[in-house]
């Protein structure tokens, strides 16, 4: 089945560790994207990636990190800097070169600070 | 910049009703539109976009949306509701930018009772 897969569902982080969220894409699409979701405020662009070796900063970039070293995979670290990191990540894809096509979504890691 | 806005936090309807879940955009040029749906701890799924066209957008799982570009509303509609579409829906727009990133709403929580 093509889609994209985010991994792992659920993740703890104690304070000061960096943690990295797994986003995989199956789809040959050019773009990704990473977004945070709090409740009541929707979601939140982080990162995001047109082509290999490339990405830029969304609105809410600090304490984050990416890269983008193959075409299907698009890892988001969050470091120790991020001092609030409890929150639902959603990983996002498209065809990146159609300006009118949907994005498809992941099915989300939520991570939680102990 | 681009933006859209959920004006209501929460909608509830009675199963069987009409429900509309509304948006509206502002944006430079030609608008694209879509609309997503969330389930609790799990992706965004898409339902239907606007491009050009055709005022009245038809989507999966019966949704349908109106677009007008006076009020510059984007609202999803239901003839008839089920329990089953209990969940949160966000409206979307089009980043004019190079990279094509989808801006969000807030989101608004539909409620259908039995």
Redesign the interface.
Known sequence: DGG?T?SPKYLFRKEGQNVTLSCEQNLNHD?M?W?RQDP????R?IY?S?IVNDF?K?DIAEGYSVSREKKESFPLTVTSAQKNPTA?Y?C?S?P?QY??T???????T?LTVV | AQSVAQPEDQVKVAEGNPLTVKCTYSVSGNPYLFWYVQYPNRGLQFLLKYITGDNLVKGSYGFEAEFNKSQTSFHLKKPSALVSDSALYFCAVRDGGGYNKLIFGAGTRLAVHP
């Open positions: 994209i985010q773009a994207y977004y009541g405020q929707g979601l662009l995001y047109q830029q969304g639902f959603l996002a498209r990146g300006q009118n949907e994005a498809f979504f992941g099915q989300g939520r």
